[in-house]
């Protein structure tokens, strides 16, 4: 009797690790099968995006860098998409900064409040900028399209260097003022150093969110300003051609190398001492 109770334990629990392996694996199926399948019509021989395809082809990919418009797209996201990381990494850093060396009431509502676009539905975003920015007349431009979408981006930027300043020393700047160092000579070479690879990631979100987002840039760029997003949609809308399934291909490695490059900067700061940490693509 003594050793059927551990035996029958033993197979409840690698029953249990089991249906639990099970599940995930189904899980992991569920999410990731619509992304495969975009893989073998990007690879179709036929004009239809149709399963299963008649052939394959590689004529779809170079339509793709060969068309003025989807070279185009492609040029405007990321002309957006590294002027929006730029202005909401130095937005975003200089926000955490202040707020987390910042003694004042109202510390916790300022933070939400910066970090609204986070949680506002995008639609809702949209349309406010939209009309925020005709008033000042910066509708239907790409210099309105890179401030909405460095709206949007900036609370990943703050939460991200907060994470990191958590763990900073503020005897440091104490220190580097006793040495004369102002606080902007003290904030580029004692804290920056610090806290890079927060930063470094929280700029990598707001590439991101600029790359791939949709609703605003159809409210904000001009009918002839399409970034790759758009001019997805666009094609959805005319003519559902495999060319759509090549650039999200396209996409998908993309995004793939971004979370990699993103996942090399957190082991290079936990090998150095410093992890970083923030939202999660």
Known sequence: MAGTAPSSTARKLSAS?????????????????????????SLSSGELLVLPTP???????????????????TWNSFVVGIATMILATLLGTLAAFG??????????????????????????TAIAMYFSLSLVGLGSTLTGLILAHT??????????????????????????????????IAFR???????????ATGALFAFATSFDEL???????????????????????EFLSPTIAAAAVLLILFSVLLLALNEFIRKRAQARGASPSGPTA
């Open 17 to 41: 690790r089991l249906a639990l392996a099970l599940a995930t694996a189904l899980i992991l199926l569920f999410l990731v099968a619509p992304i495969v399948v975009v893989f073998p019509l």
């Open 55 to 73: 052939g394959y082809s590689l004529r779809w990919y170079e339509d793709f860098f060969t068309s003025s418009r989807w070279l185009s797209a």
């Open 189 to 199: 070479r004692v804290v920056l150093p610090l806290i890079a690879p927060g930063v």
């Open 215 to 237: 609703i605003v840039a159809l409210f904000i760029a001009s009918p002839g300003q399409f970034t790759l997003p758009r001019q997805m949609y666009a094609g959805l809308r």
């Open 151 to 184: 709206v949007l981006s900036v609370p990943f930027v703050l939460l991200t260097v907060l994470a990191s300043l958590q763990t900073f020393d503020q005897n440091l700047l104490r220190a580097a003022a006793s040495l004369g160092a102002n606080p902007a």
């Open 99 to 124: 707020i987390f060396l910042g003694r004042f009431r109202g510390k916790a509502l300022l933070l939400a409040i910066l970090s609204l676009p986070m949680v506002t539905p995008v639609i809702v």
